[in-house]
């Protein structure tokens, strides 16, 4: 996946990328990519608010609506380092996946931050992140990794959550920063391997897609 300012983000695809810090690191031009422990866990409890909208430092976070179509695409376009979809695929994504998005807002309500996702077809216990971004003047300040937990958690709460998915493109830190802060949060695993190589793509000069998978989380408490 690819996030933008506290990461970086893809045109219908998301990227986070790999820190040469771990086990095993990817090489540019390699398939392989090695597994990474974040922690000794195998299965790990979700440690954010369940409700469907919360307070984080001056910002509310909560699911998308459809008035958030604009902002977002808006947020996306000022971050120069998300391919950009069009102002139509917003709307839509915030009207048929709003459930698996999660939007941080201002004490004015206008928007600032998102993260898009959604539940795998074949794996509807999988949360696939799609896109992050955050207005410049708010990034650096946490605001990504808050918009991940509160998604991730809404999503445990309400679906049941086992894993964690995104991609990441070499070279993308901050996004590698962002899924390695949120496995390390959780006590969960982190693996990656390439899911689409540099050739599956049509155009020249693509990176490789980097799956990072983390989890299994633990069942939350009934």
């Known amino acids: 996946m690819r996030a933008e300012g506290d990461s970086r983000h893809g045109r219908h695809r998301r ?23 974040s922690a000794p866990m195998t299965t790990a409890p979700l440690t954010s608010p369940t409700s469907p909208t919360s307070q984080v430092d001056g910002l509310s976070v909560g699911p998308a609506e459809i008035a958030d179509g604009a902002a977002l695409w808006r947020i996306a376009r000022g971050s120069d380092a998300l391919d950009l979809n069009s102002p139509y695929s917003y709307l839509l994504w915030c009207r048929d996946f709003a459930g698996t998005t999660a939007v941080a807002r201002d004490a004015s309500g206008r928007p600032v ?8 077809p074949d794996e509807p216990g999988t949360l696939f992140v799609w896109q992050v971004a ?6 650096g300040t946490g605001v990504a990794g ?10 445990a709460a309400e679906h049941g959550l086992d894993r964690v998915e995104a991609t990441v493109t070499p070279g993308n830190l901050a996004s590698d920063r962002l899924f390695r802060s949120f496995a390390r949060r959780n006590g969960a695993d982190l693996t ?12 020249a000069g693509h990176d490789a897609e980097v799956l990072y998978r983390i989890g299994p989380f633990a069942p939350a408490a009934s």
């Open 113 to 120: 931050g998102f993260v898009t996702g959604y539940l795998r």
């Open 15 to 37: 990227t986070y990328h790999i820190p040469n810090a771990s086990n095993k690191i990817f090489a540019p031009g390699s398939s392989t990519v090695g597994s990474v422990a």
């Open 192 to 203: 990656r391997e390439v899911l689409f190589p540099a050739a599956s793509f049509p155009s």
């Open 146 to 155: 808050t918009l991940l937990d509160a998604l991730s958690a809404r999503v």
């Open 134 to 139: 955050v207005e410049d003047s708010h990034r």
